[in-house]
């Protein structure tokens, strides 16, 4: 078969999305079957056309929807006009091209998405088309291509339950594309919002499944990225300002003993507080934390090799859930988790794993930082990923490949 994955970016190489589809990519190929990636790309060097490592990658440039993003991160957090008015007056395409969709329900980048997989299909016939995506114009796209091929979509994040994009023009999409497509996959952490009257015509067409992200390629490194006679703790991940904050993990560095050093890998959608970032200077001037930046997927795989504890930040809100997390359990290295809301769905994912201890910000600043020094402290038994994979069976790349494999029974 002809297996096309409709990517909202495809270069990437930190993007949650992007990595998911590649890994999908490999197992299918491994089963013999064609694999095409089509999609944006923020890398406006990056070839129309390659071929990595057996995968054809299609790809076309537009700018205007990175843009578009911002500007609505923007609006989002702020609630300010004035604001808002000054970016679309700094990106008037960008404001025409907002224009019309919300006048006359035009959509550029979709139209570009049809006309590309109208494209390839005619080159080279299309089987199953998965359009993945954290933003649902993939999706909603990929609906609106009616063809004899089976389509997908799957979802990675929520869409009309966001906290940003969410509402009664979201849930219009989301209907449309429910009604269009054979089938949609989405998070099992999102199953019941579904229970919707509003869905329960398309029932059948929901395939609940867990994220594919427990992998068996983390090679232990013998460089190193720590002190001597220091603990080395890691986060590798992205902050969001709003619903991922890293505040109280530094307040809890700050309280802990010297020889526990926080590197953290990863990048910030947004900006941090004046206290936070004014915290981040003490405890980098103190030698305590190390900011590294945004890495590729490639290297966090090495610095989680390297890492002696691993930290995750859960999220402000309870339909969300950092794809980070299934990384770290492939790691088999011992894990901290930040609740940050009392139904944080990261926690029954910690409670499963054998070597994790979930931190409460509720509970006392103090109480918290010295369970946190005792664990990273501690010896911890070596944990087998064959054990690993045995708890998270259903979060295999194998799995949810053959779960999607499954739908081209539908035509």
């Known amino acids: 078969m002809h297996i096309v994955f409709v990517c909202d970016e495809t270069t990437i190489s930190n993007d949650a999305v992007v990595n998911i589809c590649r890994n999908l990519s490999q197992y299918f190929l491994s089963l013999g079957h064609k694999v095409s990636i089509l999609g944006n790309r923020e890398n406006k060097t990056a070839p129309d056309f390659e071929n990595i490592r057996g995968v054809d990658y299609y790809r076309f440039y537009y700018p205007i929807n990175r843009i578009t993003h911002k500007i609505l991160k923007d ?31 035009v959509n550029p980048i979709e139209k570009r998405y049809i006309s590309r997989l109208k494209k390839l299909h005619s080159e080279k016939p299309i089987d199953i088309a998965i359009a993945a995506g954290g933003s649902f114009y993939t999706i909603h796209a990929l609906s609106k291509y009616r063809r004899d091929f089976v389509r997908v979509g799957y979802m990675l994040d929520p869409y009309w339950k966001n906290h940003t994009t969410g509402g009664p023009k979201a849930k ?6 429910f009604a269009h497509l054979d089938k949609m996959v989405i998070p099992k952490l999102l199953d019941e919002d579904y229970n919707d009257p509003d869905f329960k015509n398309y029932r059948s067409k929901i395939i609940p ?8 390629d983390f090679n232990q490194s013998t460089s190193e990225i720590r002190l001597p006679g220091h603990v080395n703790l890691v986060f590798a991940g992205n902050f969001y300002s709003g619903i991922r904050s890293p505040e109280y993990l530094l307040q809890l560095i700050k309280n802990c003993d010297k020889k526990i ?49 691993l930290v995750n930040i859960g999220n402000t809100v309870d339909n969300q859930l950092p794809s980070k997390i299934f990384e770290y ?30 931190l409460n910000e509720n509970a006392p600043l103090q109480e918290n930082a010295g369970r946190l020094e005792d664990f990273c402290l501690s010896e911890h038994k070596g944990i087998d990923f064959s054990t690993v994979k045995q708890i998270f069976s259903q979060c295999t790349v194998d799995y949810v490949g053959n779960v999607l494999l499954g739908t081209a029974d539908e035509k």
């Open 75 to 105: 609006w989002s957090e702020s609630k300010n006009i004035i604001k808002l008015a000054a970016s679309l007056a700094v990106h008037p395409v960008t404001a025409a091209v907002g224009f019309a969709r919300a006048v006359f329900g």
């Open 172 to 177: 219009k999409q989301e209907l449309f594309a």
């Open 209 to 216: 499944c867990e994220f594919p992200g427990i992998i068996e």
């Open 261 to 309: 050093v926080l590197n953290i890998f990863g990048g910030i959608y947004g900006s941090f507080d004046s206290r936070t970032q004014r915290l981040i200077d003490e405890l980098v001037s103190e030698g305590k934390i190390c900011m590294h930046g945004a890495v590729s997927s490639e290297k966090v795989k090495d610095v989680l090799a390297r890492a002696d504890v």
């Open 329 to 358: 359990f492939s790691s088999c290295k011992p894990i901290v988790h930040i609740q940050k809301i009392p139904d944080c769905p990261c926690v029954k994912y910690m409670n499963m794993y054998p070597c994790a201890i979930v």
